[in-house]
T-cell receptor, first 112, second 112 residues
Framework: GESVGLHLPTLSVQEGDNSIINCAYSNSASDYFIWYKQESGKGPQFIIDIRSNMDKRQGQRVTVLLNKTVKHLSLQIAATQPGDSAVYFCAETDNYGQNFVFGPGTRLSVLP | NAGVTQTPKFQVLKTGQSMTLQCAQDMNHEYMSWYRQDPGMGLRLIHYSVGAGITDQGEVPNGYNVSRSTTEDFPLRLLSAAPSQTSVYFC???????????FGQGTRLTVV
């Protein structure tokens, strides 16, 4: 889930397990959502996106689920690998549908 | 294909100094933006541009100027640096607004 402040929520999973990262968004009018992955010292990298007319979208080892009723977005990573260790951000379009508003992020730590 | 290139990667400024963070993209993207990232927080939008000659303010524009004289370049200027501007700055571009954004590697700025 999301939190405010200096301390990122952290999710620790065993290598090979599935990971689920959650995000609560605030703008009920948002029509586009993106998940980004950010490794230490690097810029955010696109993972997967979803439009508001869908509730599920799958990529390679990743699935994004959108629940508009409760304004909830989740990212599922199958068979989590050490290379998946990073901070994951969800982003939603703003009130004007022009720019993205980013959540504070969740740190995923993959345990050997 | 270099993508989004930011320079410099690291910079230390004294309070009151000015400087320009450079950003260039070679993907012929119309939309470019600048974000700052502070510890434990998501990315916050500083300024954005929907095309050459057009710029607009984001969530945290104070203390920063931008210009967009060409499609490729979108420099960010700090007019009089303050310690509160210590942050990691990311430039991003996308084909058009509200689509997948490609990020640069970031500039870590420290103002002392």
């Amino acid at each position: 889930g999301e939190s405010v402040g200096l301390h990122l929520p952290t999710l620790s999973v065993q290598e090979g397990d599935n990971s689920i990262i959650n995000c609560a968004y605030s703008n009920s009018a948002s029509d586009y959502f993106i998940w980004y992955k950010q490794e230490s010292g690097k810029g955010p990298q696109f993972i997967i996106d979803i439009r508001s007319n869908m509730d599920k979208r799958q990529g390679q080892r990743v699935t994004v689920l959108l629940n508009k009723t409760v304004k909830h977005l989740s990212l599922q990573i199958a068979a989590t690998q050490p290379g998946d260790s990073a901070v994951y951000f969800c982003a939603e379009t703003d009130n004007y549908g022009q720019n993205f508003v980013f959540g504070p992020g969740t740190r995923l730590s993959v345990l050997p | 294909n270099a993508g989004v290139t930011q320079t410099p990667k690291f910079q230390v400024l004294k309070t009151g100094q000015s400087m320009t963070l450079q950003c260039a993209q070679d993907m012929n993207h119309e939309y470019m933006s600048w974000y700052r990232q502070d510890p434990g927080m998501g990315l916050r939008l500083i300024h954005y541009s929907v095309g050459a000659g057009i710029t607009d303010q984001g969530e945290v524009p104070n203390g920063y100027n931008v210009s967009r004289s060409t499609t490729e370049d979108f420099p960010l200027r700090l007019l009089s640096a303050a310690p509160s501007q210590t942050s990691v700055y990311f430039c991003a571009s996308s084909l058009v607004m509200n689509t997948e954004a490609f990020f640069g590697q970031g500039t870590r700025l420290t103002v002392v």
